[in-house]
């Protein structure tokens, strides 16, 4: 049995699809690179690099604004076929899902926050001391190959934030000043 369905689901839902379709772009354009390159900064052999450890938040927003699409979509049909029961067993078995997805999440941030230290010290890294290098930042901080990077006032000035870009320019400065 159908019935008349509220505009507000199909607003929202029109309005999540274009939230979908955008941040898909974003993830495609930059997203998953932004990721690998953090990801990856252990093993890249620069003299400086960042730890930003809500990093794995970009993929992962993407992942749960997907799964809240499907759950969007899951519920506004639910609202037109009400007695359909693969439908309320379809919503089951995502409110199911959701929890194994909450758990994974909490799972990959924390991996990540130990991890991440763990594979830069072996790879040569130490964190810099408090109120050095990325001071303003709440959340990153700068591992370096040689603690004096840290105490070098031409790269904390160059060291403004923790894009990429920013941190290709300081490598760029330690290198000139090694030469």
């Known amino acids: 049995m159908s019935r008349d369905v509220d505009t507000f689901y199909l607003y929202a839902t029109v309005f999540l699809l274009f939230v979908v379709i955008a941040l898909t772009w974003f993830m495609l354009a930059l997203g998953f690179e932004l990721s690998a390159v953090q990801f990856n ?91 050095t290098l990325l001071h303003n930042e709440s959340f990153a901080t700068a591992w370096v190959t040689d603690i004096e990077i840290c105490h070098n006032n031409k790269v904390d000035a160059v060291l403004e934030n923790s894009l990429h870009e920013t941190v290709l320019r300081a490598n760029e400065l330690i290198e000139s000043q090694h030469q």
């Open 41 to 131: 900064y252990p093993a890249s052999g620069l003299s400086l690099v960042v730890f930003e450890p809500l990093f794995p938040l970009i993929p992962i927003s993407w992942a749960i604004t997907i799964f809240a699409f499907v759950v969007g979509i899951f519920g506004s049909m639910n609202e037109i076929w009400q007695d359909n029961k693969h439908l309320k067993l379809a919503l089951k078995r995502l409110g199911q899902a959701s929890v194994v997805f909450f758990v994974l999440i909490l799972v990959v941030v924390s991996a990540n926050y130990v991890a991440w230290p763990i594979r830069a010290s072996h790879s040569g890294y130490q964190s810099c001391p408090d109120f």
